[in-house]
């Protein structure tokens, strides 16, 4: 199946097209956002960001680079100009000296200073420093992925998934019961997910406030904060046209008396586009790479630098305590490897709940919680063909266009009870995570699924896990479904397989390995309801089924306890003084909806913890 996935997504050097794309009616990177042919006439249009800093036309210039280029520095281009850059910004430089003992171990070749330092710059990291900067202090940003510019957003799905996802596109838990998709470039996972905009829902906040004393969760700072986060990435809930996943979920729910309902999205109404899963071309998708980092770079108080890993958070004791004073990280040049130093009054890990563990470990933090707690949302899908025409779905309607989550179900999540459950929505699948999610029968038969692949609808389960795992690393991940999740499933992929019969699908099936697939208009009332039974009670054991998660949670969660949590309700370590985390790793559980406005909201009210201790040492 890899094969056939490296096969269907690799594209030739001349055109960026694949041999196959015609035969199953994929046109590869979205049409409607091809790069304006008179912008490669730009002057800047072949320069590098960093070189163009100077240039007038900013309008122009962002419509090439998007809003950051003035930002961005690369240090593993021309250190002198990366050091000119700094220092105009009001980043102080030095070069160690022999003698000095406090960074003498990682040798750094140098030491940039500011007032915080940001390590990710996704929907927690992004938030911190963009309120940080905007509030006048120097705010540092490192990003261990790439900087990919407007213009430089192939949406080619093979190299997009090198380029802006952790481990290339897939990585999994130890045993590979589920996949994970993690974003890992400017802009975080903001940057490539799926524009669904869902609040906190009133059943978690309840739970975190009541079971797990975070007095956080039910206050007027963090309704405010909500309302905040949403306004800046222009969350709205109106879709002008829907696109065939989501049509499908909306028909079949309708059909059966189903719950519905449209899910807001960080996008305009017309924004017609599904492949916001490689980037946002045009910049519509108010990802943080459009939003807050945008607030980072305008204040003239922040910088970006990516392609740099952090590799530990440097502390020393004062008063009997530890006290983060920066972060050492590592930088690719030709050379080599080259370590430098960012030293700050604040530091803040948002590196997201895969990355965060680690990067506290290695910092030589002991709290037993750090890595634990590990929660992901587990997913398992199905699948109808809709041949053309279909009497009530358009015959230009394609799989993997529009708006990717623009419609929800919570049929079976469970969430005027125990907000344990799972909700239905759709997914993105481009041509070659489709081919290695379907079942592979034989080369015949997914030559056929393929050929069906522009008209095959996709309806996902969710469950908002019970169960948990354990990070040690981001390659050591430790995870096991429970029953209770693996029951929730079920009773969501039976609902899945109802939805798409009851829309008009000709064919369902699920990717369950034994590849079975009924066609529904032949089948009679007691055919059906066998099928149904079998494929949605089938055991989700030994990868018979494959389970995909793109929701981390957890690993340094937040309470009101060093015994039970890694952070305090102000998202600062109990360990160490000044040292915050702000990204989804501090959700107390799982939250059972899309993260995403969750983790700005909590990383704007750590954001306000931040400004009292600056403010502090300011008054100094």
């Known amino acids: ?50 070189e163009c ?50 960074n003498k171990s990682l040798n750094p070749s140098f030491i940039i200073r500011c007032d915080a330092v940001v390590v990710g710059s996704g929907s927690g990291g992004g938030v911190i420093a963009g309120v940080l900067a905007k509030a006048g202090y120097k705010v540092l940003v490192l990003e261990r992925g790439s900087y990919l510019a407007r213009r430089n957003l192939s949406l080619l ?123 946002c071309k045009d910049g519509r998708k108010k990802g943080t790479s459009e939003t807050w980092l945008v607030d980072l770079v305008e204040s003239r108080n922040g910088i970006i630098l990516p392609e740099c890993e952090a590799i ?23 050379k080599g490897k080259e370590v430098a130093v960012a030293e700050s009054k604040v530091t803040v890990t948002a590196c997201g709940a895969i990355c965060t563990p680690g990067l506290l470990k290695r910092s030589g933090l002991k709290n037993r919680n750090i890595g634990k707690n590990f929660h992901v949302h587990p997913v398992v899908m199905a699948w109808g063909y809709f041949p053309e025409p279909d009497p009530w779905l358009e015959a230009k309607k394609k799989s993997y266009e529009g708006g990717i989550i623009t419609a929800m179900s919570k049929v079976v999540a469970n969430h005027d009870t125990s ?58 991940i430790s995870y096991r479904v429970e029953d209770y999740d693996r029951e929730s499933l079920g009773k969501g992929m039976e609902k899945v397989l109802r939805i798409l019969a009851a829309a008009g699908a000709e064919e369902i099936g699920t990717h369950h390995n034994t590849g079975k697939v009924l066609k529904v208009k032949q089948a009679s009332y007691e055919e059906f309801e066998r099928f149904v039974k079998e494929e949605s009670s089938r055991p989700l054991k030994k990868l018979s089924t494959p389970m995909c998660s793109a929701h981390q949670m957890g690993s340094c969660r937040m309470g009101i306890d060093p015994k039970g949590s890694v952070v305090n309700e102000k998202g600062e370590t109990w360990e160490v003084e000044r040292l915050f985390v702000a990204d989804s790793s501090v959700f107390p559980t799982a939250l059972g909806v899309n993260p995403m406005v969750t983790i700005q909201a909590t990383a704007y009210c750590t954001a306000q913890s931040v400004l009292e201790v600056l403010g502090r040492e300011r008054a100094v």
């Open 1 to 50: 199946m890899k094969c056939t996935a490296f096969l269907i997504s690799q594209v030739n050097e001349k055109d960026d097209q694949n041999i196959s794309w015609k035969a199953i009616g994929y046109p590869g990177p979205d049409p409607a956002r091809k790069l304006d042919p008179k912008n490669l006439h730009h002057p800047a249009a072949n320069q590098e960001p960093q």
């Open 53 to 102: 800093q100077d240039k007038e036309d900013d309008t122009h210039e962002n419509d090439l680079f998007g809003p950051l280029y003035k930002g961005i520095i690369n240090l593993n281009q021309d250190k002198e100009i990366s050091f000119h850059k700094l220092h105009n910004m009001g980043f102080p430089i030095s070069i160690p000296h022999s003698k000095n003992t406090r």
């Open 157 to 279: 799905e093979g190299e997009a998934l090198d380029q802006m996802y952790l481990g290339n596109g897939i990585i999994g838990t130890d045993n590979m019961d589920v996949l994970l998709l993690a974003g890992s470039t400017v802009g975080g996972g903001s940057m490539i997910n799926w524009s669904a905009s869902i609040q906190t829902p009133s059943h978690v906040r309840k739970e975190w406030s009541e079971k797990y004393g975070l007095q956080l969760f039910k206050s007027k700072a963090y309704e405010q904060a909500l309302d905040v986060v949403s306004r800046k990435m222009g969350v709205q809930s109106e879709v002008e046209q829907e696109g065939f996943n989501n049509m499908i979920l909306r028909k079949g729910c309708e059909n059966l008396g189903y719950h519905i309902e449209s899910v807001a999205i960080n996008a305009p109404s017309d924004h017609y586009c599904g492949w916001c899963c490689f980037g």
């Open 312 to 334: 530990k958070v440097m502390t020393e004791k004062k008063e009997g305590r530890k006290r983060a004073i920066g972060v050492a990280f590592e930088f690719q040049t030709e």
């Open 419 to 476: 907000g344990y459950g799972a909700i239905i929505q759709t997914p993105s699948l481009h041509p070659g995570f489709f081919s290695v999610l379907m079942p592979w029968i034989s080369g015949t038969d997914i030559k056929n699924r393929m050929l069906k692949f522009s008209r095959t609808a996709h309806i996902f389960a969710l469950a908002r896990d019970k169960g948990s795992g354990t990070i040690t690393s981001e390659t050591d």
